[in-house]
Every structure is written in C-alpha cells, then in structure tokens.
C-alpha cells in the first residue's frame, strides 16, 4: 500500500508541476481570479473622481472631436477647485487646426500645474513599427508628467494586468496612474523608484515591458463618482466637489475611446479607458497590486496542494474520500481566488485543482488493482487449496481474462467453499466429541471397573471406534484429493478388487454377488485407493441392507460422451424423496436403522465427495423394487508420449490377465454373469 502510495503522490505532483509550469489551462486560472474580483467589490472611494464625455455631452456640445480650447475652459475650472492632480486620458498627439486653441490648452496645463497627460505606444498602420507618441511639445512642455494609459491583455482578451515600466528600447515610462500619485505626492514609496534612461541597457526597437502586475476592480463600469463634462465646464459643480481630489478626464461614451472587457465586466459590458485607469490608480494608491508569486514558488505550493488529497483517500472509504475530495477543489479554489485579496499574491490553482480532480480517480485506480492483485492471488491460493478448482497455468491465465466483478464472485464461491468446509470440520468435531469418545469411553469403563474383564466384551466397541477413525482418515482423504496428481487407472480390475473384499460379506449375508463388468479394459484419470474404496463402500451399503437371499450386482456402462458409470443395484423397499436427499449427506444413514446399520454414515458422502474431485458426481435410482446406486466420472485419455503404444499394450495386456485369471478362478468365489 505504501509503494501505491508513493505512486500517485508523484503522478499528481507531477500533474501539477506540469500544468502550472506550462500555463495550459490559463483560463481556468483566469476564471478563479475573476471569481476573486467579483467577490472583491467594495464601496466607491471618494477621492478619485471621473470627469465623464458621455453620450448626453456629445448631444449637447457636439461631434467629436472637440476644439482644444473647450478643454483648455475646463482645465481652468477645475484647477480652479485645486485638485491634488489631474490626469487627461485624451491623446494629443497631433496638433490642430487652430495652433491658438493649442495655445490656449497649453497655458491652462501650465498654470494648473498638476496636469498629466498620457503618452500612447502603437503601431504605425505600414510595416507594424512601434513608436512612442506623446502630446505635442507645447502641451508636453507644460504638463507635469507623462504617463502611458495601455492596458495590458490577458491571452482570454480581458484587462488584468498593467506593466509598470514600458518604452522602446528601455522601459523607460510609468503608467499614467503612478505620474498622476507622484504629482499629488501620494505615490507610495515602494512604487516610487522611476529607473533612469541609464539603468538597462537599449534594446533597439524592441517593445520592453517591465514589472507586471495585475490590479484590482472596485466594481463593474460605473462605480467611480462621474461628473459631467458639460457641467464641470458650465461651472454647475461645486469647487467643494473637486478640491484635492483626484481628478481624471476621459470619455466613457459607448463606441468611443478604448473600452475594453475586464474581469467585471466581460464581453458584454466593457470599462471605459478612463474608469480602467480609475481602477489602476486606486490599486496603487492603497498598495493593492498584485504580484504573481515567482515559478518555483508556484510550483512548490501546486505540489503541496496536489499532495494534500493522499492525507485522507488511504484512510478512508470511497463516498467519504469522495465528498472530502471535493470539498477540498472548492477549498482550493477559493483560497486562489481571495488570496490576492488579502496577500496581493496571485497563485495559478489549475495544475493543483487537475491534480485535485485526478486524486480520488487515480486513487481508485491504484486501489483496484491492488484489490485486483490481492483476488487473484487469493485465486490462484484458493485453487491450489481446493483440488476441485483445478489449479494450473491454464486455470491461473483464465484468472486474466476475469472482470473485476467476476473476480469477487469467483473468491466469494471460494470463500463459501471454506465455509462449508469449516462447518464440515465442525460437524466432524462433535461427532468425533459424542460418537467416537462414546465407544472408547464404554470401553476404559469395563477395563477400570472390571479388572478381569475378558477382551471379547472390549472389541465390539473398539471396532466401531477404529471403524469411526478409519472413516474420518478416507474421508480426509477424499477432501484432500487434487485432480492434477491423479495418474491413469484401469477402472475394471478397481471394480473387481472391491468385489473381491466383500465376497466374505457376501457369504455370511448369504447374497449373491454378480458382476456385470466389460472384459476389456476401461480406463480413467484418478486415484486408485479412492476410487476403490468408493466401489468398496457402495458394495458394503447393498451387502448391508440387502434383503437376505438376493442378489447384488456390480456393473458398469459403456463410456458414452466423454463419461463412464459404473453402479451397484440391490433389491430393497423404494427410497422416498427425503431419504434419498440425506443419503449423501455427512454422517446420514438415510433414516434407515436397524441391525445391519452398524455404519458411521460417512460411507456414501465419501462416494460422493470422491466423485466430485474426480470432476463426476453420485446419486441412486429407484424403480420396480431395485436400488441403484451409481457413480458418473469423466472418462479417462491415454497420454500422447513417444512410447504411448507400448505403455498402452503393456497395461492391456496386464488387465485382460487380470481379467481372465478372475474368469477362471471364479473371483475368489463370487459369481460373474
């Protein structure tokens, strides 16, 4: 168990090693963390405010896009309420039409002091060439800060993630959102070292992204405080509204701008560039970036949380190891999902939750075959033990082909076997306690009671009790029978020489013994001395309640079908149904007493029993006042060998001598018909 053990333990390490490393199921990562910012919703801060162009401003003061000296009025207003800093989510990139209105905006940035303006990396439209476009030199002059307004998107296309360093060549630039806190000096200090143009080295014209994190959602599109464009620049807001706030400016209208889907929002409803920007500012403000933990850290953790399940499955049944199995990938899930909510540490669950999923199937797995190990070599002990399973390579490579079910049924029949086995044991004791102690104990009781006693009055108990023993040694015999050391016999002299120990017992019963045998040999694979005896004891039963005068015959059939039957019949009253039931039966005399049946009752159960180690079977017949019992075995196969002629003429020639010297000599006296 503990070598399954370590077995899956290292599969689902390396499961979960394999998945993590390799980012495959980056949207089931994905999902978790979405699920976290969903759970994350919280109140609108009420010192960021979105200064909104919205669908009811573009009605009202036209087209886009709007002449700059609109914005330069607004700039105005609002710095007027004196902000702790503006930021303006509108590229300049271009100069317009009219350079007074440019002018105009330029001067209103300079005398607020705190504005920012954003810096935009793109592609040119020819060739695919990046380029660094910030707002013209009269505004970039004026404004306080640049900053770059990307997002960055995730391989699923949602907003998570920002880069705070980023340029061409260097990463030279922060985000909009960190210019923005450094102009309202609220920058915390662990975001506040800008590297220089001379801390890494140029890279040309390559696109270099530094230090990514991902960053938090108050709520879906809508949840910062808005303020109208239109009656910011109307003066219809209070300068109590606005001062040092935190102010940004951008258009939120739909089909204009860079909205873009978010953990939030998704497909359906995505977040104006403003409000993204919104989010990214707050995160840093409160120092709720989210750093993804390093790979071997990552690594480590989905190899301990993988590990976890084998704490509980060895222990435990399959529905309980179950349930706890799948509580546990809800717990998993859960914890990736508010860990960067408390931490600010994001963990990729998906190779520990595969892992997780896989634990309780593989461990199954592994438990089945080791419960499908165990059967078998249960199997192929309890075939060895039991000599009627018939042991042997071919018995052992049917094993193989088993179902599992099948398998349980097979150990079940077996374990019903011993069973009825040990009931026989049982049984065997308390007859060996009662009839067996009975005689002996009558007969020590003559001996110390009677010191003179003469032997004769000893030896009728003592010969029931060696009869008694003598039975239980054949019967144990018969059980231990095993059908792959039987070798081949000739079954007519077997018959013959059980005819020929009873002949006495014929004579003193005064019965005729006739025997209706085959003068060429019969043969069979099986055990001499038990199978004589079985003809012995069918013998000794017809000799025993056979009416005085009769006649008893010993046959056998012609071998037909691959099967051989040899029998003996008897007058005598007709059997009922319940006497032939318990005829067989371990020690039953078939309720028939009376002075003949002197019997342990063991006699036709070992018939029995031997036939069925031999593959055959027992039973009796009754019709017109005859008795037959009979035997039924397979018939027996010469062995094919390079001298399997000779050895077949030799044993013939030995049993037709058999045969004819009985013929001759009468049998020892008893007749043949």
């Not at 995730?154 to 061409?168: F, K, N, P, Q």
């Not at 990729?348 to 070599?377: I, K, Y």
Request: net charge neutral.
């Amino acid at each position: 168990m503990r070598t399954e053990l370590m077995r899956v333990l290292l599969l689902l390490v390396t499961i979960s090693i394999v998945v993590t490393a390799s980012g495959l199921l980056y949207r089931i990562d994905n999902l978790v963390y979405d699920l976290g910012q969903r759970l994350n919703w919280r109140p609108a801060p009420t010192d960021v405010l979105i200064v909104a162009i919205d669908q009811s401003n573009l009605e009202r003061l036209g087209r886009w896009p709007w002449p700059r000296y609109r914005h330069a009025r607004l700039l105005r207003n609002i710095c007027a309420s004196k902000p702790a800093a503006v930021g303006i989510n509108i590229a300049f990139s271009e100069a317009s039409d009219d350079s007074s209105a440019d002018d105009l905006l330029a001067e209103a940035i300079a005398e607020c002091g705190n504005v920012v303006l954003p810096l935009v990396i793109e592609s040119t439209q020819t060739g695919g060439q990046l380029l660094e476009t910030p707002p013209i030199p009269s505004l970039a002059f004026a404004a306080a800060g640049l900053g770059r307004i990307g997002i960055h998107l995730d391989e699923d296309g949602i907003a998570r993630s920002v880069d705070l360093r980023e340029g061409i060549g260097i990463a030279a630039w922060p985000l909009l959102a960190e210019d923005m806190l450094r102009v309202a000096r609220r920058l915390p200090k662990k975001y506040g070292n800008t590297p220089t143009v001379n801390d890494t080295p140029d890279l040309g014209h390559r696109l270099v992204r530094e230090t990514r994190r991902r960053f938090e959602y108050i709520g879906p599109p809508g949840s910062f405080p808005r303020l109208s464009y239109s009656e910011v620049l109307d003066g219809k807001v209070s300068p109590i509204v606005l001062a040092g706030k935190i102010v940004l400016v951008g258009v939120t209208a739909v089909g204009m701008g860079d909205a873009l889907p978010t953990p939030v929002s998704a497909l359906a409803d995505p977040m104006p560039g403003v409000e993204l920007q919104a989010n990214v500012l707050l995160s840093m403000l409160e120092q709720r970036l989210i750093t993804p933990l390093p790979l071997l850290a990552s690594l480590l953790l989905a190899a301990i949380l993988a590990s976890a399940p084998m704490l509980w499955l060895p222990r435990m049944m399959a529905l309980p190891g179950l349930l706890i199995s799948l509580t546990w990938l809800v717990m998993v899930g859960i914890f990736s999902a508010i860990l960067p909510i408390v931490s600010q540490y994001w963990f990729p669950p998906s190779g520990a939750l595969v892992a997780g999923m896989l634990a309780f199937p593989l461990w199954s797995w592994r438990r089945l075959e080791l419960a499908r190990r165990h059967l078998d070599q249960e199997l192929r002990q309890l075939r060895s033990i039991l000599p009627e399973s018939q042991a042997s390579d071919e018995g052992i490579n049917e094993i193989q082909t088993l179902g599992f079910e099948e398998r349980i049924v097979c150990v079940q029949e077996a374990q019903r076997t011993m069973q009825n086995l040990e009931t026989q044991r049982n049984e065997a004791l308390a007859f060996i306690s009662h009839d067996l102690r009975a005689p002996l104990a009558g007969a020590v009781r003559q001996l110390e009671s009677e010191p003179n006693c003469q032997p004769e009055r000893l030896l009728p108990s003592l010969r029931r009790a060696l009869a008694m023993a003598q039975a239980f040694l054949w019967l144990a015999r018969a059980e231990a029978l095993d059908r792959r050391q039987m070798k081949e016999l000739e079954l007519v002299s077997i018959l013959h020489q059980a005819a020929d120990d009873l002949y006495s017992l014929a004579s003193q019963r005064r019965l005729k013994l006739l025997r209706h045998l085959p003068d060429e040999t019969v043969w069979i694979k099986g055990d001499f001395e038990s199978l004589e005896r079985s003809a012995f004891n069918l013998l000794h039963n017809a000799l025993s309640y056979a009416p005085e005068e009769t006649v008893v015959l010993l046959g056998l059939d012609p071998p037909r079908a691959g099967e051989i039957r040899f029998w003996v019949e008897n007058d005598g009253p007709r059997l009922v149904a319940e006497q032939i039931e318990k005829l067989f039966q371990r020690f039953s005399r078939g309720d028939r007493a009376d002075a003949n049946s002197s019997g342990t009752g063991l006699g036709l159960y070992f018939v029995r029993k031997v036939a069925v180690r031999h593959g055959g079977t027992a039973g009796v017949t009754c019709s017109d006042g005859k008795i037959r019992f009979w035997v039924r075995l397979p018939s027996g196969e010469e062995p094919v060998t390079k001298d399997s002629s000779l050895s077949r003429l030799s044993r013939r020639i030995k049993a037709l001598s058999i045969a004819e010297l009985r013929r001759v000599s009468g049998a020892g006296g008893s007749e043949k018909k």
